[in-house]
Every structure is written in C-alpha cells, then in structure tokens.
C-alpha cells in the first residue's frame, strides 16, 4: 500500500517535471524563432494595472506589429493578483488569466512579452506606500521615518533584510510564470534611499557595493536559477560628475561603482530623456560589456537624438530602441504616438 502511494507521487511529481520541461522546451522554441527573426529589439514600455489595460492592450497588438514593434516590457509591480502572497496584491490588479491569454495573442503577432517588477526602489509613490513595506514595515531601509513619505522622493527596501529577497522571488516567479517570460525586467532606477543612516545593517555601508549586492542576489534567482534573462533600468550605475548630469538619470549617492560588480549579461536600458549631442553612458555602458538598450521618452527631438546617436554607434551589443510613455499616451493611441512610430521606424 505504502508502495503504491509512493508510486503515485513519484509519478505525479515526474508529471510535473515533464509537463514543465514541455512548457520551457515549447517557450525555448518560441523565443529562439523570435531571436532569428528579430536581430534588433523594437521595444515600447508600458504600465498595466489592471484586465481592463490588459484587455485594451490586447487590441492595440495587431496595430503595434504593424508599426515594427517587436518587444512589449510591461511594468506590473503590486498591481497583480497574486496567489503566492495575496496580502502585497494592489486591488484590482491584472489576473493570470489575462496575463496568459495577451501572452498568447503577442506571440501570434511575433511579440515578445517582458514582464516588469521595480525593486529596491520605488517602493512608494507621493503619499502612497507600497504594498510591501505597508505589511512589512520592517523590510523598509528608513523604519519609520518621512512620515506620509514627506521630503523624500520614494521609499526602498533594505538590500540586507535576511528575508527580503524570499517575498520579492515569489512574486517575480508569479508574474514570470503568468506571462510564460524568457526575461524579466527588475527595475532598479532613481534610488535614492540606499545604505540609509535610519537603518540597523546598512548605515555606513558602501552604497555600491548595497546596490551591486540587490542586483547580483535578483541575477541568481533570475538568471542562474530560472535562466531568464534580466533586464534592469541603467542610471545608478552611470557617476554624474564623470558623465555631467543630473541626479536622475546618473548618480550622485556613491552607486555607481556597482557597474564593476555586477554580471556583464545583464541587459542595461540606459534612459536618457533631452535631446542632446552626445550621450556617453551607451559606449561607457557597451565597453564595460554589457548589452545596452538606449531608452527615450519624450519630447520627441530628443527621442530622435538618442535614437541617432545609438544608431551610430554600430555595436552588436546595442540590441535595439526602447520607447517609455510613462502615462503621457494612453494605451489604445500608443500605436500612433510620434515617440514611438517616428523613432522605431529607424531601427527596421
Ligand atoms: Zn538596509
């Protein structure tokens, strides 16, 4: 008896095992036609908080192929209803259903899907705190302080919490598993709250190395253990004095020296926003070795400009353009906004 119900498990969990290999060897095939048909990446980043923008979105497909897009990263963070930690879901978020249903429809249009998760920072959002650090207070790298988040731009985690990272690989799986993903994007731009005086393990600490330890704990999750790709925003790896910029899209809070201790396979997008002659955190970024997706927004001369400027660059590593809309487009007219068409149109 107690033979069989052994037998029955081994053969329910080698079910499972041949059913998940099934379903990477069926994704495996996908994206390596994808890759062979696709040699640059013609991105547009969207927001998608909810079915309804699932559903709008799934409509837009046809017209967004027909504009060349090839590529959809869609930022999702807490808006998903998660069943792993129901407690961090945003109300109303996207569903797997629907996740799994618009995966389906973008692979039909040789569209490939990036699911987005911001971590470390952006953990909150004017007076709005994350559903994480709302139920985990603890995991906050300023307990307690900025009361009704005054005075700072966004909350952060601490890279150190001993039980962070369980939570945040949870809700990554959940959201890669739902959209079937081959990469996953984690973010990780304009943190300003980082080896924090206000936090027991991290005052004093060296903030390249706390960035570099976020990134390279997410890298052996994501990519070594789920051999997904990963992709992650550029700016605290790029040093305002040496690039002379702003505290935005370079940094001035110390993180810069992460860029030498992260792995070289992760994809950089390097966002860059005003029209400008000369961008040099591309070939900074490629001959440090990594491949670099170049990132604009609006206005629309200075998506043109960088979308020149990388062009010319002529570097294998330089996988494409990325286009944000950061909410100035709404989804259903995405496919006819300048920044996107007028720019993607150069990288056919
Ligand atoms: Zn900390």
Same mark, same amino acid.
């Given at each position: 008896?107690?033979?069989?119900?052994?037998?029955?498990?081994?053969?329910?969990?080698?079910?499972?095992?041949?059913?998940?290999?099934?379903?990477?060897?069926?994704?495996?095939?996908? +994206?390596?036609?994808?890759?062979?048909?696709?040699?640059?990446?013609?991105?547009?980043? +969207?927001?998608?908080?909810?079915?309804?923008?699932?559903?709008?979105?799934?409509?837009?497909?046809?017209?967004?192929?027909?504009?060349?897009?090839?590529?959809?990263?869609?930022?999702?963070?807490?808006?998903? /209803?998660?069943?792993?930690?129901?407690?961090?879901?945003?109300?109303?978020?996207?569903?797997?259903?629907?996740?799994?249903?618009?995966?389906?429809?973008?692979?039909?249009?040789?569209?490939?899907?990036?699911?987005?998760?911001?971590?470390?920072?952006?953990?909150?959002?004017?007076?709005?705190?994350?559903?994480?650090?709302?139920?985990?207070?603890?995991?906050? %790298?300023?307990?307690?302080?900025?009361?009704?988040?005054?005075?700072?731009?966004?909350?952060?985690?601490?890279?150190?919490?001993?039980?962070?990272?369980?939570?945040?690989?949870?809700?990554?799986?959940?959201?890669? %598993?739902?959209?079937?993903?081959?990469?996953?994007?984690?973010?990780?731009?304009?943190?300003?709250?980082?080896?924090?005086?206000?936090?027991?393990?991290?005052?004093?600490?060296?903030?390249?190395?706390?960035?570099?330890?976020?990134?390279?704990?997410?890298?052996?999750?994501?990519?070594?253990?789920?051999?997904?790709? *990963?992709?992650?925003?550029?700016?605290?790896?790029?040093?305002?004095?040496? *690039?002379?910029?702003? %505290?935005?899209?370079?940094?001035?809070?110390?993180?810069?020296?992460?860029?030498?201790?992260?792995?070289?396979?992760?994809?950089?997008?390097?966002?860059?926003?005003?029209?400008?002659?000369?961008?040099?955190?591309?070939?900074?970024?490629?001959?440090?070795?990594?491949?670099?997706?170049?990132?604009?927004?609006?206005?629309?001369?200075?998506?043109?400009?960088?979308?020149?400027?990388?062009? /010319?660059? *002529?570097?294998?590593?330089?996988?494409?353009?990325?286009?944000?809309?950061?909410?100035?487009?709404?989804?259903?007219?995405?496919?006819?906004?300048?920044?996107?068409?007028?720019?993607?149109? /150069?990288?056919?």
């Amino acid at each position: 008896m107690a033979k069989s119900r052994h037998g029955k498990r081994w053969a329910f969990v080698l079910a499972l095992f041949c059913w998940a290999a099934g379903v990477h060897t069926e994704a495996g095939e996908w +994206l390596d036609a994808w890759r062979t048909t696709n040699r640059v990446w013609r991105g547009v980043h +969207l927001m998608v908080n909810n079915d309804e923008a699932v559903t709008a979105l799934e409509d837009q497909l046809p017209k967004l192929a027909a504009v060349g897009v090839n590529t959809l990263i869609l930022e999702v963070n807490y808006n998903f /209803d998660f069943e792993s930690l129901p407690e961090l879901n945003a109300p109303g978020g996207v569903t797997a259903a629907h996740a799994g249903k618009l995966t389906a429809a973008a692979r039909t249009l040789g569209i490939r899907l990036i699911p987005q998760f911001n971590c470390l920072g952006h953990q909150s959002w004017s007076k709005t705190t994350s559903p994480l650090l709302t139920k985990h207070p603890e995991f906050d %790298e300023t307990p307690g302080q900025f009361p009704g988040n005054t005075n700072i731009y966004c909350r952060s985690w601490c890279p150190q919490h001993p039980d962070i990272n369980l939570v945040v690989f949870a809700l990554i799986d959940e959201l890669a %598993e739902a959209f079937e993903a081959d990469a996953f994007h984690v973010g990780l731009d304009e943190v300003f709250l980082i080896a924090s005086d206000h936090c027991p393990r991290c005052k004093g600490g060296d903030p390249a190395k706390l960035f570099a330890k976020a990134v390279n704990d997410l890298h052996r999750h994501i990519v070594e253990r789920r051999k997904l790709e *990963m992709l992650m925003w550029g700016d605290r790896l790029l040093d305002a004095k040496a *690039m002379k910029g702003g %505290e935005w899209e370079y940094a001035k809070n110390g993180t810069a020296g992460a860029v030498n201790l992260i792995p070289k396979d992760i994809v950089i997008c390097d966002w860059h926003y005003e029209k400008q002659t000369n961008y040099p955190s591309v070939p900074f970024l490629l001959a440090k070795g990594f491949r670099v997706w170049p990132s604009s927004w609006q206005p629309l001369a200075g998506a043109k400009a960088f979308s020149a400027f990388s062009r /010319d660059q *002529m570097n294998s590593r330089l996988v494409g353009f990325l286009c944000t809309t950061w909410g100035k487009v709404s989804i259903d007219a995405v496919a006819e906004w300048p920044p996107v068409v007028e720019v993607l149109a /150069d990288w056919k």
